[in-house]
């Protein structure tokens, strides 16, 4: 099967999600369009990559969550590798490091393997960890012998090898592998080709391992001229990287131009020096006592029993999300931070969906917005707090 002449990549995409599912190629999830898809003997194609020189020394490895690429995840996990996964859309940090229990089984790895185990047996990897990976695995779309590749349009891939390179993890020599059907083996005209697309070394099919020979030049870094102010929103992570190539005195401006930035991807005040209060608390945000809740604060609850104000102090400044204030209520396990505005205060929010501190997702929302439960207790029986640890303005 080859693209019809004058093809887009999107065109490309229906040809080859079309054609899985009219000649039953596709596996479990279906249809397989708008997916990253899989396949009938995907697991097969996985296994040669025990045939690729140099994969038993590999220690850590990167492999996407796709379906497809389930087999190389139990095999990176069989063989006691690091597996490090991206994150769900990057919301939450660029990498979860998946560690089976103690002792486990080749079942427990399966479920490992799975999207289920990728969740459950998960811990972040910070931006400051020092990760360095030998080997990279996408999935494709379409890819040709060539080494050019189309995935499903979103440019998750694309991006997560340039946050790799822009922190040090990948190097020009690492290998890159992408595990596809047959049929997704393509020509590719180069003219559909951008700066920011990432090519594979190695192709791995059930009947083949191409090794592509691919001279094309990988992406040297993250180009923030591709970014907008919209996907800094999403990607969290995306600032920090930002912030640390912007003191390197990189050019960091954005597709949509700094006075954009200033509203949709606000870098909030530092937190300040902490003090604690001996003051009786007063009536809480979104309390039951039913005062009139500030829109500029946010809640977040469920923080881990042993959990210190300074853990949330760097997670915020991390994330950019640092409030002007913030009142911290560590044995209802729950703190509320105060914003300059309204919009502020949502931006945060959108930022902070899904932040962990240790093991804990945190619940994170604006203030009004909880339930009684949520702000007055959060969990029945835990003591009420005498004193409040607040962070103080300048």
Avoid at 2 to 17: F, H, L, M, T, Y
Avoid at 154 to 167: C, F, I, K, R
Avoid at 238 to 266: F, I, M, W, Y
């Amino acid at each position: 099967m080859e693209p019809r002449a004058g093809a887009s990549k999107q065109d490309i995409r229906e040809q080859i999600w079309d054609y899985m599912e009219s000649q039953n190629l596709a596996d479990f999830p279906r249809p397989v369009h708008h997916r990253i898809p899989n396949f009938k003997g995907s697991y097969l194609a996985c296994q040669n990559i025990k045939d690729l020189e140099g994969f038993a020394r590999m220690q850590e490895v990167k492999v996407d969550p796709d379906k497809p690429l389930e087999g190389v995840r139990l095999l990176a996990l069989q063989s006691k590798k690091m597996l490090l996964v991206p994150t769900p859309r990057l919301r939450t940090g660029l990498f979860n490091k998946i560690t089976p229990p103690p002792g486990a089984t080749k079942d427990i790895l399966r479920k490992c393997a799975t999207s289920q185990g990728m969740r459950n047996f998960s811990t972040p990897v910070g931006l400051d960890s020092r990760v360095q990976v030998d080997l990279v695995v996408v999935g494709s779309v379409a890819v040709s012998e060539k080494g050019w590749r189309i995935g499903k349009g979103e440019g998750y891939a694309d991006l997560e090898y340039a946050m790799m390179v822009s922190m040090g993890a990948v190097s020009p020599g690492t290998p890159v592998v992408t595990i596809v059907h047959d049929c997704q083996v393509v020509d590719i005209p180069e003219a559909l080709l951008e700066d920011h697309d990432l090519t594979v070394d190695y192709i791995l099919t059930p009947t083949r391992v191409i090794a592509t020979g691919c001279e094309r030049p990988k992406p040297a870094g993250i180009i923030w001229s591709k970014i907008s102010c919209e996907m800094m929103g999403k990607i969290p992570i995306l600032r920090s990287l930002r912030n640390r190539e912007k003191q390197a005195g990189k050019d960091v401006t954005l597709q949509d131009e700094p006075q954009h930035l200033e509203t949709g991807c606000q870098q909030m005040a530092p937190l300040h020096a902490v003090r604690r209060l001996r003051d009786p608390p007063q009536p809480e945000s979104g309390s039951v006592q039913g005062e009139d809740v500030p829109s500029d604060t946010v809640y977040v609850g469920n923080l881990p029993r042993d959990a210190r104000v300074s853990e949330l102090k760097r997670a915020l400044k991390d994330l950019s999300a640092a409030p002007l204030r913030l009142t911290w209520q560590g044995p209802q396990r729950r703190a509320f931070l105060h914003y300059q505005d309204p919009a502020s205060a949502q931006q945060a929010v959108s930022c902070l969906q899904g932040l962990h501190l240790g093991a804990s997702t945190l619940r994170v929302a604006l203030a009004r917005q909880q339930k009684a439960s949520d702000v007055v207790g959060g969990h029945a029986g835990e003591p009420h707090s005498d004193h409040r640890l607040a962070v103080s303005d300048l």
